[in-house]
């Protein structure tokens, strides 16, 4: 079965460091989705991406955030001088098409800012 | 804004049916879902219902929509010690690109 993929499950980084969190969708899917979670928290939509271009973002993600497809198979988020704020566990999502009702999450990574 | 609540624990014995129950605030949902994630596991989608309809049945799964009130509830039929897990509530918002808004999840704990 087709699943989507996140690399690493777990990240430590001392605050103030740069991180890329790595995804793999689903390979003929079209939308692509970070969300985060925070320890007893609601899952958060950060940011939808479409055509290669963000499609909607939610008020996190700021200046701070940025996402990328840098090739036909990876969708990365990266989080610029972290913040011990930002320790949560990131989920990438992704969806065949607009009108598809499923969205296949992955695994997540577990970020630490330490 | 939108907004999704659920209780945040509930405990059955195993045998007996569970209801997990969910409010949303946002009236242009169009799918209302239910995820499933199990200890160091991601999301994995147990059942969605679309806004126009007021139940679907899925082998043990029932979900229930009461759109005036904007309550979901998802009750599992015969729960099992392998249906511990957390239960997340989710929308996805008429014009959004498909993202979506969950709740705080459900802890369900299943005794033998």
């Known amino acids: 079965e087709p699943e989507v993929t996140q690399t690493p499950s777990h990240q430590v980084t001392q605050m103030g460091q740069e991180v890329i969190l790595r995804c793999v969708p689903i390979?003929?899917?079209?939308?692509f989705y970070w969300y985060r979670q925070i320890l007893g928290q609601k899952v958060e939509f950060l940011v939808s991406?479409?055509?290669?271009?963000?499609?909607?973002k939610s008020e996190i993600f700021d200046d701070q955030f940025s996402v990328e497809r840098p090739d036909g198979s990876n969708f990365t988020l990266k989080i610029r001088s972290t913040k011990l704020e930002d320790s949560a566990m990131y989920f990438c999502?992704?969806?065949?098409?607009?009108?598809?009702?499923?969205?296949?999450f992955g695994q997540g990574t577990r970020l630490t800012v330490v | 804004g939108e907004d999704v609540e659920q209780s945040l624990f509930l405990s059955v014995r195993e045998g007996d049916s569970s209801v997990i129950n969910c409010t949303y605030t946002?009236?242009?949902?169009?799918?209302l879902y239910w995820y499933k994630q199990e200890p160091g596991a991601g999301l994995q989608l147990l059942t969605y219902?679309?806004?126009?309809?007021d139940m679907k049945q899925d082998q043990r799964l029932t979900v229930l929509l009461n759109k005036k009130d904007k309550h979901l509830s998802l009750r599992i039929a015969d729960t099992q010690t392998g249906d511990s897990a957390i239960y997340f509530c989710?929308?996805?918002?008429?014009?959004?690109?498909?993202?979506?808004?969950f709740g705080k999840g459900t802890k369900l704990s299943v005794k033998p």
């Open positions: 946002d009236s242009s949902s169009t799918y």
């Open positions: 991406f479409y055509n290669n271009e963000i499609s909607e």
């Open positions: 390979s003929n899917h079209l939308y």
């Open positions: 999502a992704s969806r065949g098409d607009i009108m598809n009702t499923e969205a296949f």
């Open positions: 219902i679309f806004s126009n309809m």
């Open positions: 989710a929308e996805s918002i008429r014009g959004s690109q498909g993202n979506l808004i």
